[in-house]
């Protein structure tokens, strides 16, 4: 009988934000041992819950979405989104120009698959959220890292971009809001990119699955809507702000110059076709999903749960020796530095190792991220306060004996 083993496409992809780490925790959890996970960023373990208005709607309309959409998804969802869309300022979206998914995750798969042949090159942030990379990877191209300065808050270095740009890049991605570090970039930023791939004739993906998670007065801006010349998916979708990740409830937005990239939207359209839809279900609560959320708009505010965590979060981080953050601007992680050098750490990924098998705390390593050195962890800040006090506690007094082996 034949052996069956891993696809040697996987050989090269790398998850890590679910890797050994995660199989760690899960085998402390298995075994009884109680685990405080500040490792992912699902709302639900943490007491969120979806508004009431999108429970109420998806029940109702169950009988009528038992079969197949679409396969771009229903008319009245993508309606929504291109409404949605034009409030960002977006340009000339049309329903027919939006992909319902399972989540922001599954197009983002899908958008790489039908865009590269192998050895095609795409710019990715590093840090990044792991996916864009191994999506990338699993296609056949290549993931050229491109830094994001933490000096500057977490903003790209436009001149590493420029410098990391060849005959063989066909997209920049942009996650932002940022995760992992919760960066949100500004519009002369978002210009620098555009004229980047203006001048080299790259497509633009914005993954922006965290727009609606903003604190501090702030506003997001779409890069889409700063370059209606240049050819831009833009990815969002409902599982962080509505608190619904469960429902796969994702989408993504074609906009700009189309003249050159009809081959590519004919390949995103089989793609689509061969999945045959997103979920039905989830995709009836669009609609009313778009119109107001003032359930999370009370948590990001000043005394809101969410805009409380963060506060917390940062200010103690940066009160531990040895550490010290950036404080987010958006979404809810951060991304702490830690010195490499007075805890003698060589490597992320065990130092995370380390402190879950200590203290039952679970982290996920900078290198998850694509961070080269090991100097950084990322943090969801999702848990209530006293949860996340416990754990700077736990971290404090770790650190204050810790010296990697």
């Known amino acids: 009988m034949k052996t069956l083993g891993k696809s040697h496409k996987l ?13 760690e925790a899960n085998r402390m959890i298995a075994n009884g041992e109680k685990i405080l996970k500040l490792n992912i960023g699902n709302p639900a ?22 079969g197949y959409s679409d396969s771009k998804g229903l008319y009245s969802a993508r309606e929504a989104i291109a409404a949605y869309d034009l409030t960002k300022n977006i340009s000339g979206v049309t329903p ?55 000096q500057s808050d977490w903003y790209p270095d436009i001149d590493d971009m ?4 060849t005959d063989r890049t066909k997209g920049i991605v942009i996650i932002n809001p940022n995760n992992p570090t919760g960066a949100l970039y500004p519009k ?33 801006t779409s890069i889409a809507s700063l370059c209606p010349d240049i050819f831009c998916v833009t990815f969002n ?5 509505h608190m619904i990740a469960g429902f796969r409830c994702g989408w993504m937005t074609l906009s700009g110059d189309k003249k050159n990239v009809k081959g590519y939207i004919e390949g995103l359209n089989m793609l689509s076709s061969m999945r045959l839809c997103s979920n039905v279900p989830a995709q009836s609560v669009i609609p009313v999903a778009l119109k107001e959320n003032p359930q999370l708009d009370s948590m990001l505010a000043k005394g809101g749960r969410i805009y409380e965590q963060r506060e917390y979060i940062y200010n103690r981080l940066n009160e531990i020796d040895g ?12 991304f702490p530095k830690i010195d490499a050098k007075r805890f003698n750490i060589k490597d992320d990924e065990q130092f995370v190792l380390d402190f879950l098998k200590d203290r039952h705390i679970l982290l996920v390593h900078g290198g998850g991220f694509h961070w080269e050195q090991p100097d950084h962890f990322r943090i969801v800040y999702l848990p209530e306060l006293s949860e996340l006090k416990t754990s700077m506690d736990e971290m404090e007094s770790f650190l204050a004996g810790y010296r990697q082996a």
Not at 45 to 66: C, G, K, N, W, Y
Not at 237 to 241: A, D, F, M, V
Not at 325 to 334: D, E, G, L, N, S
């Open 11 to 23: 050989d090269n992809v790398c998850y890590d934000i679910r890797g050994p780490v995660m199989d």
């Open 45 to 66: 373990p943490f007491m969120f819950r979806a508004p009431d208005e999108l429970i109420r709607q998806m029940t109702s309309t169950l009988t009528e979405v038992e």
């Open 96 to 150: 027919d120009d939006i992909y319902t998914g399972n989540g922001a995750s599954e197009l983002i798969t899908l958008s790489m698959q039908a865009l590269l042949d192998n050895g095609d090159e795409v710019l990715v942030p590093a840090p990044d959220y792991p996916l864009w990379t191994a999506s990338v990877t699993l296609a056949g191209g290549t993931a050229v890292h491109y830094i994001c300065d933490e």
């Open 162 to 165: 420029r410098k990391k740009i």
């Open 188 to 220: 002369e930023i978002l210009e620098q990119i555009a004229e980047l791939a203006r001048e080299n004739g790259l497509i633009i993906f914005s993954d922006e699955i965290y727009d609606r998670l903003l604190m501090d007065g702030n506003t997001h």
């Open 237 to 241: 979708g409902l599982s962080k702000s």
């Open 323 to 334: 550490l010290s953050a950036v404080k987010p601007k958006a979404a809810f992680y951060i």
